[in-house]
């Protein structure tokens, strides 16, 4: 692995061609770790997200079970009958 150190010391004995190699392997090196830590806060939200999918599931199915028991409890009234009464 390059440091720094390296690339700072090719510089200052002009040899340029070894301070772009040094320049590449740092920054290839800087990348990955950049990469790696996005990868682990990526996959941290989503179990998080699965987390919160599976409550907001558990909310929508509790609600629908209330909707269904309040929609049981109505009593549907026969108008046509009452009124077929009326004119008579």
């Keep these: 692995m390059t440091?720094?150190?390296?690339?700072i010391s090719a510089i200052a004995d002009a040899?340029?061609?070894?301070a772009e190699t040094a320049?590449?392997?740092?920054?290839?090196?800087?990348?990955?770790?950049a990469l790696d830590a996005t990868r682990i806060e990526v996959?941290?939200?989503?179990?998080?997200?699965?987390?919160?999918?599976?409550?907001?599931?558990?909310v929508e199915a509790s609600a629908e079970e209330e909707a269904v028991e309040d929609t049981e409890e109505v009593e549907i009234v026969d108008e046509t009958d009452s009124?077929?009464?009326?004119?008579a």
């Design 83 to 87: 009124e077929e009464e009326v004119e």
């Design 43 to 58: 996959a941290k939200s989503m179990f998080r997200a699965d987390e919160e999918l599976e409550d907001n599931v558990d």
């Design 23 to 33: 320049f590449a392997d740092i920054m290839a090196s800087k990348v990955s770790d």
């Design 15 to 18: 040899d340029y061609a070894n």
């Design 3 to 7: 440091t720094t150190k390296d690339l």
